[in-house]
């Protein structure tokens, strides 16, 4: 018996998450669709937790489609800032998503703080909620260790990724290709670590 094709939609209006969360998934049972098909905007995301503003998100999305919906949170959160800009990444800069301004500013706060004490993560939450009421979220985190470069290298990716070095492959986030940054990132291993309840949660609905 085949299983049915079901619709989740991606409760995020960020085209690099939709682009690497769509190739994650790979799954034919799951058409990932962003918000902006159906009209969704952004939800607020006033959560002082990456774990509330996923939620938030996918509630947001949920009630507003009738759909069940993935929301990300993420960021970038580095040792010598004390974990900033952390929740704050894609406002650092003030504007709204705006990465080169957010990786210009994150550069010069970093200015004078020598290679070793650069250390960062990459911090990604993924939620699913089957419908805006559902009381059992499925919650899932993943966390990519590295450090931030003192200038930008590559050309792949998005946001930070032009100045996030992975230490263990000796390469920059943008020098990865896409398949190798799904198989270490923050968002390739949440999302390893949500797949299987998802399906299952699927071939239960
Ligand atoms: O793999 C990544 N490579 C580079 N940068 C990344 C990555 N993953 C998250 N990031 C950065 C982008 C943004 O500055 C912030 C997420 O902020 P976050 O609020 O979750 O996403 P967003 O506002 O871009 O889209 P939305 O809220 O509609 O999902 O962290
Ligand atoms: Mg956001």
């Known amino acids: 018996m085949t299983a049915a094709r079901m619709k989740l939609v991606l409760a995020s209006s960020n085209a690099g998450k939709l682009v690497e969360l769509r190739d994650l998934l790979g799954d034919a049972r799951i058409e990932l669709h962003a918000q902006s098909e159906f009209g969704v905007e952004d939800a607020e995301e006033t959560g002082l937790t990456f774990v509330e503003n996923a939620l938030l998100k996918a509630r947001h999305a949920a009630r507003a489609t009738g759909l069940p ?21 894609a406002r650092y800069a003030g504007g709204h998503g705006d990465s080169a301004a957010n990786i210009a500013k994150l550069l010069a706060a970093l200015r004078d703080v020598p290679e070793a004490a650069r250390t960062a993560r990459f911090v990604c939450v993924l939620a699913v909620l089957r419908h805006a009421e559902d009381p059992q979220p ?3 985190e993943g966390v990519w260790e590295g450090r931030i470069l003192d200038a930008p290298r590559g050309r792949g990716g998005f946001g930070y990724d032009p100045v996030f070095f992975d230490p263990a492959r000796a390469m920059g986030a943008a020098e990865l290709d896409a398949a190798l940054k799904h198989r270490i990132s923050h968002r390739g291993i949440a999302l390893a670590r949500l797949r299987d309840a998802l399906l299952a949660a699927i071939r239960r609905s």
Not at 73 to 79: F, I, P, R, Y
């Open 138 to 140: 499925l919650i899932a």
């Open 69 to 89: 919906a993935l929301g990300d949170d993420s960021g970038l959160c580095v040792d010598a800032l004390d974990g900033a800009p952390g929740l704050y990444s």
